[in-house]
């Protein structure tokens, strides 16, 4: 496996150097690597890595939560709380109801087999996107309107919706007993024991931390470890209560962050480090899951209800902007970073497919929603992430501490 993942990460590096030279979001290169090197296309991945492939895109993706926390402060939060509380919702269920509305007349599926395509279509990528942002807030643009942290806030949540809506949507068509407003409520319970649970975790870390004061690199290692465990055992915690996992993650940045900067900037720089690996893991493996000759069976039906759904993000998006603080280019650019889809399309494309298979019933509405869930990972997650690329700089506005984080960043990254 080492030889794997040493020749996947060449690739992908030299991949990502490319598509930055045409002016592209290296995470593109990556993206297509994993597709060219995936069992769908070339099929020369290691064994091994496909195997532990789960894993180790959670763990990048643990990483990547961790350093959205501890750059997501307490000012610029409080700036864009109540809008951050509308973009975890109404964008996703603006989604879900066009593609519903629109499905059956682009699409050989039934209403409720539309709404189940919405809900899988609906969630965003906070693996493309929080990575992203972060760059947007260590580049200053937009910090002091606080756009990146609204999307951060927003994305983090709307994930949450789009599942729920989701199981539900199948437990209907499966005929079990599901009670649809039951499960909504719930969406709130997990975020708020998330955020409990991730503040609680934050001061322990934080007093751990004053107390024995290890280095910056053994405190990264203690975060990354104890978000693992914490991910580890969300299944376990469901039981008891509602619980986000992913919420609770970047809530331990959060509180030390609010306690002492100057650490929560120091886990946060060493934490980039790892990141520079850790990138090249998720986004080649993401990759590598894209079935071409399934989203290649979705036709242009599947892109034009993709295009459908789109629209109805941007539109919700809009509406949770209305009457805001945000200038028209802001608004613009929230929009945009609203539209990537990969990680949650990548983990539920399948979960009505598998339904409908453990029931002997049809498969073909699945079959159709694995293909279209496919194809919008294909076609929002590059055009997504080269989007936000290219415009952040011409569409947010610089931050009047910009170079002060530019200065600390450039001390820390001498180190």
Known sequence: MAFGIAELVLIGLIASWLFEKLHLPGLIGLLF??????????????????????????????????RAGFELSRKALQKVGFR??????IPCLCEVAIITLFGPLLLDVTRLEAAMLGSVLAAVSPAVIVPHMIETIEEGLGVDAGVPTLVLAGASVDDAVAIVLCTSFIGIYVGDSVNMFENIILVPVSVLSGVIIGTGIGYLCYRLFIRLDPRATKRTLIVIGIAIILLSFQ?????????SALLAIMAIGFFILEKNEHMAHEISSKLGKVWVF???LLFSLIGSEVDIPTAIQAGLGGVAIIGVGLIGRSIGVQICLFKSSFNRKERLFITISYLPKATVQAAIGSYPLIAMQSRGMDTAPGMIILAIAVMSIIITAPIGSALIS???SRLLTPSDHREDRAAYKAVEESR
């Open 33 to 66: 690597t994993g597709i060219l090197l995936g069992p769908f296309a070339l099929d020369a991945l290691n064994s091994e890595i496909v195997l532990v492939s789960a894993d180790l895109r959670l763990i990048a993706l643990i990483v990547i939560l961790l």
């Open 84 to 89: 951050a509380l509308l973009m975890a919702f």
């Open 235 to 243: 299944d376990q915690i469901n039981m008891l209560f509602p619980f």
């Open 278 to 280: 850790a990138q090249i």
């Open 390 to 392: 290219l415009t952040k």
